[in-house]
């Protein structure tokens, strides 16, 4: 087991013992009974700030801290007793069928958004089915803009998906013809399939849709006359939040912390890789450090401000440096000093109206604590 499945099986026990809190009959979220497993969810599932949690639960700063520590040792106890239960004579069988399941699959995955050519993903995957479609005898129409048109996503597993997704059409309809396209819509790109099946076998799309998901993708299927249509639309709605440090292992917390928003998020691990990317995308955030190699982070805060293209921005500078006041005169949206943590990531990205918080639809969800298991 790699050290990064490690940790997501450690994280998994974590969430599942604070489940183990939750009240099993329905009563009031405010009620001391259920006031620990909210508590405890909020902050460490759904990433709330200690701020968003006096307000959520109407606690005070005291009560929050007091409450965080007795469920800190409850859990603690939880996980102990499972590490202590005495182990069997004999281990479970695990079947291949197990470890190749579906779900086993999807758990360990691992997503990385940046910016992608979407165009040049098409090009890939029908490159890539080319050869089948000789095989079959298929008449292959595709129509890919010769521009690049750029998104944020995980290039190796929506390669896949495109792949599978002809790959599976060019066997059902063989020996046919398939239409493929490529177009920048209003509000996001469009990729539609178009082609008439010779048998009345459905494709099955049980585990695209899951990957599509993951991906934040739009997959539909429907009837045209005789013809069948699957139609992609990647969300481009999520907001992209950029990150420029030139620490790998702060990226990478970074990016696990605002995975958590649904948010797009460009890692880059210099000012100059991150200066040149501004001239090719805008997010609706940036991140930075100050303090790196060749361009620093004062430096490139001065060439976005004064850049018209780049201008407003919201820049969040995060440093070790206790330099709010500089970072402010230089035109700073927002400041962090490390350490930081994901609250603090969260409330800053919130602040500066990046990312909302939905308070009124997550309390109506928690009005009854012993309903939550069953609404997630």
């Given amino acids: 087991m790699t050290p990064q499945q490690a940790g997501q099986q450690l994280r998994r026990r974590f969430v599942d013992a604070i489940d183990t809190l939750n009240p099993d009959r329905v009563i009031f979220f405010r009620e001391p009974e259920a006031r620990l497993y909210n508590l405890l969810h909020l902050y460490y599932v759904e990433g709330f700030s200690i701020l968003e949690l006096i307000e959520e639960l109407n606690l005070s700063r005291r009560q929050i801290y007091r409450d965080l520590k007795r469920g800190q040792n409850t859990v603690a106890k939880l996980l102990y007793a499972q590490d202590e239960a005495p182990t069997k004579t004999s281990e479970p069988v695990t079947s291949l069928s197990d470890v190749t399941s579906l779900e086993q699959e999807l758990s360990q995955l691992q997503y990385h958004f940046h910016l992608v050519d979407i165009c040049q ?18 008449q292959f129409r595709s129509s890919v803009p010769s521009r690049a048109i750029h998104i944020s996503t995980d290039k ?23 239409d493929v396209s490529l177009e920048q819509s209003k509000d996001a ?23 599509t998901k ?30 420029i440090d030139d620490n790998q292992a702060l990226l990478q917390l970074l990016q696990r912390y605002l995975s958590n928003h649904r948010c797009q998020v460009l890692t880059v691990p210099n ?15 940036l991140i930075m450090d100050v303090m790196m190699p060749e361009l620093d982070g004062w430096e490139l805060l001065q060439r976005i401000r004064s850049n018209p293209v780049t201008q407003d921005i919201p820049v969040i500078v995060c440093t070790v440096f206790n330099s709010a006041e500089l970072a402010y005169a230089l ?26 918080a939905h308070r009124g639809r997550r309390r109506a969800e928690r009005r009854y604590a012993g309903s939550s298991k069953a609404s997630r």
């Fill in 271 to 285: 000012g100059e890789k991150g200066w040149a990317l501004l001239q090719e995308t805008r997010p609706d955030a």
């Fill in 121 to 138: 993903l098409m090009r890939n995957a029908i490159s890539s089915v080319t050869p089948l479609c000789r095989q079959k005898d298929i």
């Fill in 189 to 211: 790109p469009l990729i539609t399939a178009a082609y008439t099946p010779t048998s009345a076998q459905a494709i099955d799309l049980s585990t695209l849709s899951q990957l």
């Fill in 214 to 243: 993951q991906l934040d993708w739009a997959l539909q299927r429907f009837k045209h006359g005789e013809q069948q249509i699957i139609t992609i639309r990647p969300n481009t709605s999520a907001c992209t939040i950029m990150v």
């Fill in 331 to 356: 035109g700073a949206t927002y400041f962090l000093h490390k350490p930081v943590d994901q609250g603090m990531v969260s409330n800053a990205l919130k602040q500066i109206g990046v990312i909302k």
């Fill in 156 to 178: 190796a597993i929506a390669e896949q998906v495109l792949v599978n997704i002809l790959s599976q059409i060019i066997v059902q309809i063989a020996p046919a013809s398939i």
